[in-house]
Each structure stands twice: as structure tokens, then as C-alpha cells.
């Protein structure tokens, strides 16, 4: 994670316990993202993942109004 912070966001630092911290977050997130993505394909009868597959997981796990 620090590794692709870096030359991103040169100017700024970031302590190892707190990039932890965010890379266990984005872990959890794409976890719950892969699970939702298959539950859609799934209950569609379906064997294809769609860009409209991960664009309806996202809005179920990350409402409107949440930025």
C-alpha cells in the first residue's frame, strides 16, 4: 500500500500502522465486493461477471449519499 501512496501522494507521509489500517479496510471492502458481484451472477442464472454486475454491488454496499 505505502508502495503505491508514494508516488501518488509524494508530498505526504503515512505511518505503517495507519496504511495497515487502510489496506485492512480496502481487503474487507473487495471482499464484500467479490461476494455481492457473485451473489448477482447467481440469482441471475448467469456464468458472466458485467461491468453492470459491479456497478449494482457497489451502489448496494456503498449507498448514494455516502461521499
Known sequence: MIGILGP?????Q?????AQLLEDALDDLMER???ECKHLVQSNERATLTA?????AVRLLIPPGND
Open 8 to 12: 501518488v501522494f509524494a508530498e505526504f
Open 14 to 18: 503515512i505511518v505503517r500502522p495507519s
Open 33 to 35: 465486493l467479490a461476494k
Open 52 to 56: 453492470r454486475d459491479v456497478e449494482a
